[in-house]
């Protein structure tokens, strides 16, 4: 799709990246497809992490325990910085559920696109209308 310039359907319409979470869990996500929507290199400043679930059993959550370095997201999972990741993801294993580590960012603009006014609209337009009419004469 044109349009979306290399993007998927999700990071353009709703600025995150999902990974599904099943069985073994990695600890560290490469963040392409989010870091090609922002323009620029991720910093943590830039994002918010979720795990959730469609299991009634489990809470939705954020979580705060990670770093992000070089578009690599590493949830923590112990000492003094670390844990409320792992938690979440024993919780899933715990009550054998799947679930989606979404990465959201902070800043996102619907499609990229911005609110044009209607008066904008229909002053674009009579510019090109007066534009067309002086070629002609």
Not at 77 to 96: K, P, R, V, W, Y
């Amino acid at each position: 799709m044109a349009l979306l310039n290399n993007k998927t359907n999700e990071t353009y319409y709703t600025g995150s990246q999902s990974f599904y979470i099943s069985g073994t869990i990695p600890y560290t996500y490469t963040l392409t497809e989010i870091q090609t929507e922002h323009g620029s290199k991720i910093t943590a400043d830039d994002i918010r992490v979720y795990v959730e679930s469609n299991n009634s059993n489990y809470t939705d959550r954020e979580i705060f325990d990670w770093t992000v370095s070089d578009g690599v997201l590493t949830i923590l999972t112990s000492g003094a910085a670390g844990g409320d990741g792992d938690a979440a993801f024993d919780e899933l294993n715990e009550i054998n559920a799947e679930g989606v580590l979404r990465v959201e960012l902070r800043d996102h603009i619907f499609g990229g696109y911005r609110h044009t006014s209607l008066k904008q609209m229909l002053f674009f337009m009579l510019e090109e209308v007066y534009k067309n009419l002086v070629m002609i004469y």
